[in-house]
């Protein structure tokens, strides 16, 4: 979609809702795709920024094989707008692929912060930040993984 | 804890969150920014809660990083209410001497979330991937597609 001056404004909570999309429609295997720009920008971790939305639909092509199941515990979201920005924070649960298990605040993986700018009813950036090692399985590197804590 | 807290502006609460990642990269003391009563997240350590706790994590984490540096002036933050979330790179050198680079490597994009009253951090979560070295490669399908 072309900008232009007179984008469509949106309320707070039109911009919240269309993050709450993203997750909801994610979770129930509904595509969610259209809730990009054709121009979005989409950042995960360990991943080449994609640029414009066949990237994105790659990036998330890639990512799926690493998942049976995932779920976003939305309703304990904390989401921070201003301006353009919903920042989403909180914490998944699901199946990887090879069968493990995660739940975020029960192992390391499962914690994650989206930032997003929606404009003009559209997601224009996402960019996804967390610890992709949702399995709990690269844990030698950090010394302190080794003691007892862990 | 009072219950009656100074009221802070947000350009307050951005100083605050601005002072800690500068005196980070400066290998300054930081822990008078933070509330005693903090907690703190950081992957693959999961959640530190006082801080005593906090600083035991800061100094697991510093035993693995020699050096950062947080590109302060392409910051993005986003205000409402006590919550500040900065959003932004860094580029810096592993404890075995791997450099990271946000933009070269994988690793050195972040977010923070804090929640800053009475003058003091009471929460800072730290989003990011900690694998700085860009070593955890072989498990993501698309980089192993890619190495193959």
Known sequence: MPTTTDDT???PEDRKSV???YFKLMDAGEEFLHLFDDHAYVYFPKHAPARGIKQVEQLFADLWPMFSSIVHDNAYFNYIVADDFVVAEGMTYGELADGTSWRGGVGLGGRFCNVFEIRDGKIQRLHIYLDPDYGDKDTARYPWLGEERA | V?????????????AIALEYL?????????????DDNAQLYFPKWGLANGIEEIKAAFAAIADIISAVTHDYAYFNYTHAGDTVVVEGTSAGR?????QWRAGVSHAGRWC????????RIQRL????????ADADIARYPWLAAAAS
């Open chain 1, 19 to 21: 993050a709450v999309s």
């Open chain 2, 22 to 34: 500068k005196r980070l990269d400066r290998g300054e003391d930081f822990f008078e920014l933070f």
């Open chain 2, 2 to 14: 009072s219950l009656t807290l100074t009221p802070m502006a947000d350009e307050q609460r951005k």
């Open chain 2, 94 to 98: 592993t404890a075995d001497g791997t």
């Open chain 2, 125 to 132: 979560f730290i989003y990011l991937d900690p694998d700085y």
């Open chain 2, 112 to 119: 923070d979330v804090f929640e800053i009253r009475d003058g």
């Open chain 1, 9 to 11: 404004v949106m309320a």
